[in-house]
């Protein structure tokens, strides 16, 4: 019986490290402002604001205006304030700050078969 909530006690910690693992990803690439591995965790089309514009982009063209957004905004650290899950699905809002500003960051992550997907991400002027 001790073995079985061991078992279980481990289980449920490895869960755990799982539910975060893909909006993690998402956030080390926003660390760095590497859009190549953002554009990873893509769903079909992405909707992507910003104070300039707002669309929703297939992924080929998501990662183009992402790519772009930090060619003019080089970043320079991003800081979690909070991340969380709820029914499936995963986010993030955060503080990106860039040489040019600083901007509330929000990431929007949805389950879709075995993978979590990148529907939409937000950057609004702080």
């Known amino acids: 019986m001790k073995q079985f909530f061991t078992f279980l006690a481990i289980g449920t910690l490895l ?3 799982t539910i975060f693992s893909s909006i993690d990803d998402v956030i080390a690439a926003m660390k760095t402002g590497n859009s190549a591995d953002i554009a990873r965790f893509f ?10 514009k707002s669309n929703s982009y297939s992924k080929s063209q998501a990662e ?4 772009d957004f930090f060619s003019s ?5 991003f800081e979690v304030i909070h ?10 809002i955060g503080t ?4 040019t500003g600083s901007f509330r960051t929000t990431i929007f992550m949805k ?3 075995d ?3 990148l529907q939409e991400i937000t950057f609004e002027n702080k």
């Open 15 to 17: 869960s755990g490290f």
């Open 43 to 52: 769903d079909n089309t992405v909707e992507i604001n910003m104070p300039e």
């Open 64 to 67: 183009l205006v992402l790519k």
């Open 73 to 77: 905004n080089m970043v320079k650290y």
């Open 83 to 92: 991340k969380g899950e709820n029914s499936g699905s995963q986010y993030c």
């Open 96 to 99: 990106l700050v860039t040489k």
């Open 111 to 113: 389950q879709k078969g």
């Open 115 to 117: 993978k979590q997907l």
